[in-house]
Antibody, heavy 118, light 109 residues
Framework: EVQLVESGGHLVQPGGSLRLSCAASGFTFTDFSMNWVRQAPGKGLEWVSYISSRSSDIFYADSVKGRFTISRDNAKNSLFLQMNSLRVEDTAVYYC???????????WGQGSLVTVSS | EIVLTQSPGTLSLSLGERATLSCRASQSVSSNYLAWFQQKPGQAPRLLIYGASIRATGIPDRFSGSGSGTDFTLTISRLEPEDFAVYYCQNYGGSPPWTFGQGTKVEVK
């Protein structure tokens, strides 16, 4: 069974940093690209970042470029999102999602809440 | 960036009725890389349709997707109680950013 479990979200002050993790199981992690998608309270979905299976291709939404860094550790079946210079508008539930090419984002974690507030 | 506009914002229907949701793209979606997701309160999105018209594994056949280019439709043939939720379309082809529509809420009338 495919499982994605996010962790690391909590309350942080504006300008602060946070690192999210996503632990993957039930599939061959090295065969898949991965994404982070976020959802602000009461709002829609926003794609945040993408990393290919071997980390050779990385992309970011303009809203987080230069502040967030995506990475993965294939030996530990883990995906990460380092978030720096956090802003109030970064407050959201952050989901990791498996990228299955033509099958789109076929599995999602349960999400991790990041709250940026003073 | 491809902007996806979903309509209507809210659809009020009764059990057993047919739901028709629209997703219009600001430019042609590459090779029909258009997906539909369902999201219930407090839950992660669930993939329903990919490639504009292909049902994901385990999705009931009352859900169907159609369209190409810039106009896409998700149809739920007969609403079941578990179908009341928010639905999002997504462009996932070509270069990033891979955008989502703003969502359509299907609620009980």
């Amino acid at each position: 069974e495919v499982q994605l479990v996010e962790s690391g979200g909590h309350l942080v002050q504006p300008g602060g940093s946070l690192r999210l993790s996503c632990a993957a199981s039930g599939f061959t992690f090295t065969d898949f690209s991965m994404n982070w998608v976020r959802q602000a309270p009461g709002k829609g979905l926003e794609w945040v970042s993408y990393i290919s299976s071997r980390s050779s291709d990385i992309f970011y939404a303009d809203s987080v470029k230069g502040r967030f860094t995506i990475s993965r550790d294939n030996a530990k079946n883990s995906l990460f999102l380092q978030m720096n210079s956090l802003r109030v508008e970064d407050t959201a539930v952050y989901y990791c999602a498996r990228d299955n090419g033509y099958l789109s984002f076929d599995f999602w974690g349960q999400g991790s809440l990041v709250t940026v507030s003073s | 960036e491809i902007v996806l506009t979903q309509s209507p914002g809210t659809l009020s229907l009764s059990l057993g009725e047919r739901a028709t949701l629209s997703c219009r793209a600001s430019q042609s979606v590459s090779s029909n890389y258009l997906a539909w997701f369902q999201q219930k309160p407090g839950q992660a999105p669930r993939l329903l349709i990919y490639g504009a018209s292909i049902r994901a594994t385990g999705i009931p056949d009352r859900f169907s997707g159609s369209g190409s280019g810039t106009d896409f439709t998700l149809t739920i043939s007969r609403l079941e109680p578990e179908d009341f939720a928010v639905y999002y379309c997504q462009n996932y082809g070509g270069s990033p950013p891979w955008t989502f529509g703003q969502g359509t809420k299907v609620e009980v009338k």
